[in-house]
């Protein structure tokens, strides 16, 4: 059970280039997320999607993009990469159970640094 | 919206006890998450509270009181690998916001 996957685990942007952080989950999951990690500033919510086909803003959506296509992915896309956008990212999944729902589980984050 | 409050940080000493205080204000409730993040690592799931009251899980506990938007996570006989952030998250109607964490350091 891989749980999900997020790749890549580092990446070094140019500012202005594009690049797209993939986040895959293997456990039916409907809730999945996406949220950037800053010192002092705790885990952030960029992006969430509720099911295929539905997605919503988070915190901070400036500058990411966000399609769910299927349950299983849900790619996160820098569309000009900006100095301020070097942060650690997790993705993150979790399922409706009963009245609420289960526990998060996070992908192993991808650290980005954007020069 | 949601607002989360727990201390920066805190320092408890090997075989001790521990509380940690989280107090939120929030536009919905659908539960309260506790999780542990090693540096370095992604968090981990260590509690979950949607009803008032204590959960107990081995040396973890956690407590809820939702008229007064308050939770701690109780940790019992710390160990040196317990030294860690430990996050609280509120779920709204659908959106899970995180406080800023608590740094644990475990002295000998």
């Known amino acids: 059970n891989a749980g999900v996957t997020q790749t890549p685990k580092f990446q070094v942007l140019k500012t202005g280039q594009s690049m797209t952080l993939q986040c895959a989950q293997d456990m039916n999951h409907e809730y999945m997320s996406w949220y950037r990690q800053d010192p002092g500033m705790g885990l952030r919510l960029i992006h969430y999607s509720v099911g295929a086909g539905i997605t919503d803003q988070g915190e901070v959506p400036n500058g990411y993009n966000v399609s769910r296509s299927t349950t299983e992915d849900f790619p996160l896309r820098l569309l000009s990469a900006a100095p301020s956008q070097t942060s650690v990212y997790f993705c993150?999944?979790?399922?409706?159970?009963?009245?609420?729902?289960?526990?998060?589980?996070f992908g192993q984050g991808t650290r980005l640094t954007v020069v | 919206g949601q607002n989360i409050d727990q201390p920066t940080e805190m320092t408890a000493t090997e075989g001790a006890i521990v509380q940690i205080n989280c107090t939120y204000q929030t536009s919905g409730f659908n539960g309260l998450f506790w999780y542990q993040q090693h540096a370095g690592e992604a968090p981990t799931f260590l509690s979950y509270?949607?009803?008032?009251g204590l959960e107990e899980k081995g040396r973890f506990s956690s407590f809820l009181s939702r008229s007064k938007g308050y939770s701690y996570l109780l940790l019992k006989e710390l160990q040196m690998k317990d030294s860690a952030s430990y996050l609280c998250?509120?779920?709204?109607?659908?959106?899970?916001?995180f406080g800023t964490g608590t740094k644990l350091q475990v002295i000998p």
């Open positions: 998250a509120v779920r709204g109607y659908q959106k899970v916001t």
């Open positions: 993150a999944s979790s399922s409706p159970i009963g009245g609420g729902y289960t526990e998060a589980f």
């Open positions: 509270n949607v009803l008032d």
